[in-house]
């Protein structure tokens, strides 16, 4: 049964909404925010939940009829907005799917809740007829719109939000998350915990993924080959990463080259991840100095950003793979 309870971490976050359920004062737009698999959607769903419930006590209480009907999907005061097989959301829909729609009164409950997942996918188009509802909406009236990149709603649909961020959570949080709920031994869950990188819904996919041992030794000889390998391989390369438009890939660039600092600094490897791989690792220590390292860092995230940007990926990739390799002639 989902409660607040039920939700791992961002106490401020379910706080803030849980008062705002039991005094009965929800502000007319959320926007919340946080990296796909942050909980976005469960964590609005048990606010909506919270908000048309009618039993007694704390809310949501799960027995009432609006607590059983929001359980099964059926609550017809919850509407969920998604992107079409297009992957976005158009201003037909929105005009269809909300603005005509609000104006009709909640069938039982108090509120008529509008879902709208990944709303960074409205076009330009959608989010302007949005704004228009947002400026005068009913008193009943409560959107919740999620997102993963703030920067593409309109700022005029932020000024006129409550802003919420999904915070990463501790390892230890996912962690035990796992080793609980799916019996993953604990060498095991701190590999996933690793590339989760506070993560929760990353850890469970990455754990549910019949191919992640796959990629990661793709990765690992991608890795050793960064150094030796002429540009015209590493294009090649770029090439095949750019079909892929994986950007997993990156996750594991970005531990390999934290154990290599973590072993530069404290020469043991205790906490590694690519422990199997314990004496590239010291070669990769040895090679790259404290500099280098920042460089590489500041490149992962630079790649990350222009293939989120739409940058071609094979780009992008050549850009990364010069320079890595930079940084490991200093």
């Excluded at 942050?38 to 939940?49: M, N, P």
């Excluded at 819904?201 to 019949?210: F, I, M, P, V």
Aim: hydrophobic share 35%; net charge negative; charged share 30%.
């Amino acid at each position: 049964m989902l409660t607040f309870d039920s939700v791992l971490g961002q106490e401020q976050l379910k706080k803030q909404l849980q008062k705002a359920a039991e005094e009965g004062r929800p502000s007319h737009a959320y926007l919340i925010a946080g990296e796909k698999g942050s909980g976005k959607r469960t964590i609005a769903k048990c606010f909506a939940k919270a908000l048309q419930c009618t039993g007694e006590g704390s809310r949501p209480c799960g027995k009432c009829q609006s607590c059983l009907q929001m359980e099964d999907g059926s609550q017809p005061d919850v509407i969920y907005i998604e992107p079409d097989e297009k992957d976005s959301i158009g201003v037909g829909t929105v005009r269809e799917r909300i603005n005509d729609d609000i104006v009709i009164k909640p069938y039982r409950g108090p509120y008529k809740i509008y879902l709208v997942c990944d709303a960074q996918k409205m076009t330009v188009q959608a989010q302007n007829a949005l704004l228009k509802t947002l400026e005068e909406p009913p008193k009943y009236a409560v959107l919740l719109l999620l997102t993963s990149s703030v920067e593409q709603i309109l700022p005029t649909i932020q000024s006129r939000s409550v802003r919420l961020s999904m915070q990463p959570l501790p390892d230890e949080t996912i962690r035990r998350y796992l080793m609980n709920s799916f019996k993953v031994p604990d060498y095991e869950a701190d590999t996933y915990v690793t590339f989760a990188r506070g993560n929760l819904g990353r850890a469970t996919e990455l754990l549910k993924n019949e191919d992640f041992e796959t990629k990661k030794e793709e990765a690992i000889a991608l890795l050793k080959s960064i150094d030796s390998a002429d540009f015209g391989e590493l294009y090649l390369k770029a090439a095949a990463l750019g079909k892929e438009k994986d950007m997993g890939i990156l996750n594991f660039f970005y531990i390999w080259y934290r154990d290599a600092l973590c072993y530069k600094a404290m020469n043991q490897s205790e906490g590694l991840i690519f422990k199997e791989e314990i004496q590239y690792i010291k070669k990769v220590s040895r090679e790259i100095s404290y500099e280098g390292f920042e460089e590489i860092f500041a490149a992962l995230l630079k790649t990350q950003e222009m293939i989120r940007a739409n940058v071609n990926m094979e780009t992008a990739m050549e850009l990364l793979f010069v320079a890595i390799r930079d940084c490991r002639k200093e």
